[in-house]
């Protein structure tokens, strides 16, 4: 008799794990799919925003923040040395160079023709794209 | 059951803490020389200063720019130099490139 009492208690302890398992799995293929994967960038840096550029994919890129110090990475770099560990790291096609929003102009412009003396000439400009355009 | 739980709650939360969800865009910034060639002379003057914009010296509010591109280059512009002042941001600088490559005309930048 007591046996027939506590028989259906393990029973809906699995169902619930069953729905705990369903709930934690669909938030991970929602996080799969909605999210992208990306090397982080300087994390105090508040990018360029545009409205309407080319859409491109989340930059593994040189980071320039407002003071015009170059970090890749999250690591503090020199401009003789971005050279080096791009091809280090084996990475293809032009620098992604992604800017301070509050750098001002002049020193941003300086910075460019620096990179490119340092034999960098070709250039990408990463930027974050704003969803609604502020109209 | 837990393994298998605790392994899917691991994938979630490596997942969750490592993906990014701002989108981004790109300018190219052109090959080298663009800015710096001496030789040919620009169709198009800009000035980008912390009180504005202006084109070929005239001052252009932010609205305006892109019409104003546009008909200088139905006009038959086709390049154009921008001068960043003290006081422009890389934000306005590049607010005002992104207007200038919409309207298909080529940008050096000046030092």
Sequence with gaps: ?135 | MTSLIDVIFLLLLFFMLSSTFSRFAEIPLGAAGAGGSGGNVPDIFATIAEDGVRINGEAAEPTVIAERLRALSEAGAKSATVLAREGATSQMLVDVLEKFRAAGIDVGLAR
């Design chain 1, 1 to 135: 008799m007591s046996r027939l009492t506590t028989r259906p208690m393990p029973k809906r302890q699995g169902d619930s794990t069953i729905a705990l398992i369903n709930i934690v799995f669909l938030m991970l293929i929602f996080f799969l799919i909605a999210g992208t994967l990306a090397p982080p960038v300087d994390k105090e840096l508040d990018p360029v925003t545009t409205e309407d550029s080319l859409p491109s994919r989340p930059p593994d890129a040189l980071a320039l923040d407002a003071e015009g110090a170059f970090t890749w990475r999250g690591q503090p770099i020199s401009v003789e040395e971005i050279a080096g560990a791009k091809a280090e790291l084996g990475l293809e096609g032009p620098l992604r160079l992604i800017v301070d929003k509050s750098l001002p102009a002049p020193l941003l412009i300086e910075r460019i023709s620096a990179l490119r003396a340092a034999g960098l000439p070709d250039l990408v400009l990463v930027t974050e794209r704003r969803t609604e355009p502020a109209r």
